[in-house]
């Protein structure tokens, strides 16, 4: 069936560190790679996504990675600040290959930025 | 403009008891999913709601689950008997574009509690 597995569950780093959080899919009819930020007692929001056409997208201090081959996706965060400490979840998707846009979703990555 | 809203955002309700959840979706989006967060776990796909199209009801967990989308817009999610591994944030999201690999926005969702 369809799973996302991703890694690790938390993870602490000082300020100005990097961050990367990894995921796997299993769907290999997956195309589309979305990723929340949740932060405490809130909705979670997108923060960036790629499409299986591309091998990388950069925002900023974000950036998200996409091997197809090997069917996984990483998320980049540099220069760590504490606004960043949240809970990341992955997710994946059929995209337009599909009729519905549901999301398979990671177990999420607890961040931690110390200040 | 405004988000996705959903009501009640809390709800106790005791073992056995039906309860009804509420979604109203960004103003124009043509897609409406349903999904559920378990205390420190990922999001779980219940089902997706696309205009006048049969609605993916593949995550619901038990046929004591069921949703209906009225008019194209407000959604109602219904737990008949409830249990307590019902006990959970229910989250509604909405999409602009019916096809897969749109940016999902989610609402603040509503906290339940089976005693």
């Known amino acids: 069936g369809e799973n996302v597995e991703q890694h690790p569950s938390t993870l602490s780093v000082q300020e100005g560190d990097s961050a990367v959080i990894k995921c796997t899919y299993s769907?290999?009819?997956?195309?589309?790679f979305p990723w929340y930020k949740q932060e405490l007692g809130k909705r979670p929001q997108l923060i960036i996504d790629?499409?299986?056409?591309?091998g990388e997208k950069k925002d900023q201090r974000i950036a998200v990675t996409l091997n197809k081959t090997a069917k996984h996706f990483s998320l980049h965060i540099t220069e760590t600040q504490p606004e960043d400490s949240a809970v990341y979840f992955c997710?994946?998707?059929?995209?337009?290959?599909?009729?519905?846009?549901?999301?398979?979703f990671g177990q999420g990555t607890t961040l931690q930025v110390k200040p | 403009g405004a988000g996705v809203s959903q009501s009640p955002s809390n709800k106790v309700t005791e073992k056995g008891k039906d309860v009804e959840l509420r979604c109203d979706p960004i103003?124009?989006?043509?897609?409406l999913y349903w999904y559920r967060q378990s205390l420190g776990q990922g999001l779980e796909f219940l089902i997706y709601f696309q205009g006048n199209s049969a609605p993916d009801k593949s995550g619901l967990p038990s046929d004591r689950f069921s949703a209906e989308r009225t008019g194209g817009s407000v959604s109602t999610l219904t737990i008949q008997r409830t249990q307590q591994e019902d006990s959970a944030v229910y989250l509604c999201?909405?999409?602009?574009?019916?096809?897969?690999?749109?940016?999902?926005?989610f609402g603040p969702g509503t906290r339940l509690t089976v005693t």
């Open positions: 769907d290999s009819a997956s195309n589309y």
């Open positions: 999201a909405s999409s602009l574009v019916s096809s897969g690999g749109s940016e999902q926005y």
């Open positions: 103003s124009g989006h043509t897609a």
């Open positions: 997710a994946a998707s059929r995209g337009k290959r599909s009729n519905t846009g549901k999301l398979i």
């Open positions: 790629i499409r299986s056409n591309v």
